[in-house]
């Protein structure tokens, strides 16, 4: 079965420090998202791809987080710098089409920021 | 008000028992509905889509109420491996994106 993948598992970080999360999509799924998820609660929309533009990043931190999908295929969310209130797992995913589509995760990277 | 709602739990049951989810959603233009499982530290997966006029697959069995504005889960036969949290996610039409509820934590027992 197809899978998003993500890199890397886990990151260990210092405040004030750069870090970058990567992301491949199932092939064929026009949709990406990015999500964060703290423990105990469910996963919160940073971005929204559909091809390589973004269609909703209403609740990306902009001073902060940035992400792209240059060639509408693969995607990279970065922090800058990073805060201790980023620690979080940061979850992709991927659709077939916006909405109707269930998501499709990758294992996450689980960042912990120090 | 939140768009999806549940209640967190934990519900501890026993080996063998029936249990029961609900999850309610806020806006009444919400058209697709999914239930997913997550496991401890894990990523959520697919668990099923919630059809109209409902649907079972195996020991599981989902269900939409439009007019209550609520979705059900129901898991009978509770099997160990069956102790996860469980999602509750809403599309709401006209929407770019699906909203996803807290969860709910289940711990079958032996």
């Known amino acids: 079965e197809a899978e998003v993948a993500q890199s890397p598992r886990y990151k260990i970080t210092e405040k004030s420090q750069a870090v970058a999360f990567w992301c491949d999509p199932i092939?064929?799924?026009?949709?990406l998202y990015w999500y964060r998820q703290i423990l105990g609660q469910g996963p919160e929309l940073l971005v929204q791809f559909q091809d390589e533009s973004v269609v909703d990043d209403s609740q990306l931190p902009k001073d902060r987080f940035s992400a792209e999908r240059l060639k509408g295929v693969d995607s990279t969310l970065k922090i800058q710098p990073a805060e201790l209130g980023d620690s979080a797992m940061y979850l992709c995913?991927?659709?077939?089409?916006?909405?109707?589509?269930?998501?499709?995760f990758g294992n996450g990277t689980r960042l912990t920021v120090t | 008000r939140k768009e999806v709602e549940q209640d967190p739990g934990p519900f501890n049951v026993p080996e063998g028992a029936t249990v029961a989810f609900n999850c309610t959603y806020s806006n009444s233009a919400s058209q697709s509905f999914f239930w997913y499982r997550q496991d401890c530290r894990k990523e959520p997966k697919l668990l099923m889509s919630v059809y109209s006029s409902g649907n079972e697959d195996g020991r599981f069995t989902a269900q939409l109420n439009r007019a209550s504005q609520y979705i059900s889960l129901l898991i009978r036969d509770s099997k160990l491996s069956d102790s996860a949290t469980y999602l509750c996610v809403v599309n709401r039409y006209g929407a770019n994106n699906l909203f996803f509820g807290t969860g709910t934590r289940l711990t079958v027992i032996p």
């Open positions: 995913a991927s659709s077939l089409d916006r909405g109707n589509s269930p998501l499709h």
């Open positions: 092939s064929g799924h026009a949709t």
